[in-house]
């Protein structure tokens, strides 16, 4: 069930813009949308309407039948209402206590900035989101006339949703290649002296998550252009890495407004649009950026009192804001829990043990570029709509609404495109040079907070103060091919690398991960490429390492110790693939890569940054060091494989499972597996998928328009009773992409086909064959 624990001073302002939006949804419940939407194989809506009202209507009604509990859940989760309905102990999906859940999204979604976001919206992305909140509360009031589906519980935190609550959602998303990843460093910041009055959070716990984010959000993505393509068309395959559960998990559909907008794809929870998808001109995917959508800044406390600043000399107080939160007893009783947030003219305090202290000399403050984002939603109405590679790029190129992801594109002509043009602060060479501490130096950018002078620059062409513009990012259009990996802007194409940017947007001195190389070698020479080749980049299921450090391996394993001939063993008899035939010979090298992965030296050759397709590479087994650390490895691998009940002849497709008990294939990115998964114990010798391949589309343009081929790997629907629960995983499972029906001929000829037309007038129309 959803909510439940799982393992694994601007008053008169705000009030106006509260006021407005009240205004919105007297509209709202008055307004008359029709839509028709379509089912067709592994229960795939396709919605068709006059307008956006209409549209966002179908988009909410049939979302809220597939996926309700899950809505209702992200909904209470970004309201800041975990506590009050669930209690502060409870957890959120990602194992985030309620409570700090609650004061973060209290302090993320105020009202002014959750009305100031609606109200900068264009006429046609509010119709859409109000559309879409009426039509999941249609199909609200449908199914609790049935009874609410078993993940709702009791049901009593499932409401209604308002457009504000779209928002709301928006907003997180926003935030999460950002201020999400410090939750409990916020709302737990606290000067010395009452530090030790505040409740102490789970750092373990969060930094595991932060160092997981890319890891549960990666992607992979190929454009492949006209010179390289079989038909001498654009080609394109998405492989995006995100979420198997949660406020992440994608949905597919296709959306349809006659001569304005036809696009299928695949969208976020709660997003009336298409974050993933084709048209009939182009192709379109995301991957996970490297670039930095935040900064630090280290303040200098006035040495009388910690909860002042330093800034150009003068002593300035943090502002503070008080968060309240409704919290459930366990005798059912409400009680208040308030906590104080504070903040600095660079953003909120946040406090992270060990790493972001406060004491009384330094603070940090958190500046998160995405808080002002607020076209985010435009920008992908403009890309589902763009009729043109260049009408795509010119809108990422005004707008400037993507938040953390890179993007890549094909075109019907065969024109690639990669565009690492997402909402970056504006902190050069120069600035970075002037103000950051080298002594500091880390994953995150930490600057000078003492000086006004070491503010991100601002530009007037950027579509936002203190964002990078738009000409400073890095962009490529080619003929052959682009991709990417999750690795930084410079190898999108080697014959044109992208090199002299801002560390903060894209580095050129580190090694490409290994499954960046995995795609390099599959697309180097000048062979035709076609769809197949494509898909079999995932679905071979080949982890890359292997072919670097096995021969190694065995090598060693010719003269190594009895005490590990059972593992040597199993990497010999290992097929050097991921998929569901797999032995435990999997599983031990991956056991061994992790261990060595902690000593670079271990490799025989190392990184070299003129070479980056081909290094490191090699296992120094000639070394006496690494034959040790290998041994320790392997005992230590043996010892695990053994208490987690995986006997040694078991097979991969006997361990990694959906929640439905479906075998999974594919294995740890940091392999090189194409097909990547990330996956958690659960039981003896069993691990469930929570991350991994979601929304596999390949796209190639034909002379008679798109052709797609696809999958949504843990399938449409989150409701364990839903026919469309586990359809698309099991033919992920058996690795059988299905056809995406698209045109008009396409959708009426699937076997499975039906329609029905829902409308704000009619709420008696008939839909009880829907599920």
């Not at 709702?152 to 504000?164: E, K, Y």
């Not at 400037?400 to 909402?423: C, F, H, K, M, R």
């Not at 590479?617 to 695990?640: C, F, I, N, P, T």
């Amino acid at each position: 069930m959803y909510p439940l624990s799982r393992p694994l001073t601007h008053l008169c302002l705000a009030a106006a813009l509260v006021a407005s939006s009240i205004v919105a949804h007297a509209k709202e419940a008055a307004g008359d949308a029709t839509a028709q939407i379509r089912r067709t194989s592994f229960g795939v809506p396709h919605i068709l309407a006059n307008n956006e009202r209409g549209l966002g209507y179908g988009i909410g009604y049939a979302y809220a039948q597939d996926n309700l509990c899950l809505l209702a859940n992200e909904v209470l989760t970004v309201n800041g209402e975990r506590s009050r309905f669930l209690g502060a102990q409870g957890k959120t999906f990602e194992q985030r206590d309620n409570l700090d859940s609650d004061l973060f999204f209290t302090w993320l979604n105020t009202p002014i900035a959750v009305s100031g976001f609606l109200q900068a919206q264009p006429a046609s992305v509010r119709d859409l989101l109000e559309g879409y909140a009426s039509g999941f509360n249609r199909a609200l009031g449908e199914r609790k006339a049935q009874g609410l589906p078993a993940e709702c519980g009791a049901g009593d935190w499932v409401r209604p949703i308002t457009s504000l609550d779209l928002v709301k959602l928006t907003r997180r998303l926003l935030v999460e290649g950002g201020a999400g990843q410090f939750v409990e460093a916020l709302v737990g910041a606290a000067p010395p002296k009452l530090a030790a009055q505040r409740p102490v959070s789970d750092f373990s716990l969060a930094l595991e998550r932060q160092q997981r984010f890319a890891s549960e959000r990666g992607s992979n993505a190929v454009a492949v252009g006209s010179q390289r393509s079989a038909n001498g068309r654009g080609l394109l395959l998405a492989n995006p890495h995100f979420p198997w559960m949660g406020g992440m998990r994608f949905y597919q559909m296709q959306l349809t407004i006659p001569g304005k907008l036809d696009v299928m794809g695949a969208a976020l929870p709660g997003l009336p649009l298409v974050n993933i998808g084709f048209n009939r001109h182009l192709a379109w995917t995301h991957t996970v950026d490297t670039s930095k959508h935040f900064t630090l800044y280290r303040l200098e406390l006035d040495p009388n009192d910690a909860t002042r600043y330093l800034l150009d000399g003068k002593s300035l107080p943090l502002a503070r804001q008080t968060l309240t939160v409704s919290v459930k007893g366990q005798d059912g009783a409400l009680s208040q829990v308030e906590r104080e947030v504070y903040a600095s003219s660079f953003g909120p305090v946040v406090q992270w043990p060990g790493k972001l202290d406060w004491d009384n000399r330094h603070a940090y403050s958190l500046r998160d570029a995405n808080l002002d984002n607020s076209r985010v939603l435009q920008q992908w109405y403009q890309i589902n709509r763009a009729d043109s590679l260049q009408a795509l790029k010119a809108s990422v190129a005004q707008l400037q609404g993507i938040p953390w992801v890179n993007t890549l594109a094909v075109d019907e002509a065969g024109q690639a495109l990669y565009l690492n043009q997402s909402v970056v602060p504006f902190v050069d060479k120069d600035l970075l040079a002037q103000c950051s501490n080298p002594a500091l130096t880390g994953p995150a950018v930490v600057l000078d907070g003492s000086r006004s002078a070491c503010q991100w620059k601002v530009d007037p062409q950027a579509a936002q103060p203190g964002i990078t513009p738009a000409h400073l990012l890095p962009s490529l259009e080619r003929r052959d091919f682009v991709q990417n990996s999750n690795d930084p802007a410079w190898m999108a194409n080697p014959a044109q690398p992208l090199t002299g940017f801002s560390p903060l947007i894209s580095r050129d001195d580190q090694a490409l991960s290994l499954r960046g190389r995995f795609a390099l070698q599959r697309l180097q020479g000048k062979q035709k490429l076609g769809v197949q080749q494509l898909q079999d980049m995932v679905l071979d299921d080949e982890v890359y390492a292997a072919s670097l450090l096995l021969p190694d391996l065995l090598n060693w394993c010719k003269s190594a110790e009895a005490d590990v001939a059972a593992l040597c063993a199993s990497l010999n008899a290992w097929n050097g693939k991921a998929d569901l035939d797999a032995g435990i010979g999997l599983l031990h090298f991956h056991n061994l890569f992790t261990a060595l992965a902690e000593h670079p030296q271990s490799w025989r050759v190392a990184f070299d940054p003129a070479d980056p397709q081909h290094t490191p590479r090699g296992l120094a087994v000639e070394q006496a060091a690494v034959r040790k650390l290998l041994h320790q490895a392997a005992l230590d691998s043996l010892q695990q494989l053994a208490e987690a009940g995986v006997g040694n002849d078991s097979r991969w497709g006997q361990i990694q499972h959906s929640l439905d008990g479906t075998p999974v294939p594919g294995g740890p990115q940091a392999l090189g597996v194409y097909n990547a998964m990330y996956s958690v114990a659960q039981g003896q010798g069993k691990r469930l998928v929570v991350s991994g391949t979601s929304y596999l589309q390949v796209v190639s343009f034909t002379e008679q328009g798109p052709q797609a081929r696809g999958l949504l790997a843990f399938s449409q629907s989150s409701e364990a009773g839903s026919a469309h629960s586990a359809d698309q995983t099991r033919a992920f499972s058996a690795k059988q992409l299905a056809p995406i029906a698209f045109t008009e001929a396409q959708i009426k000829a699937d076997p499975q086909y039906r329609q029905y037309v829902i409308s704000e007038r009619d709420k008696a129309a008939l839909a009880s064959s829907l599920r």
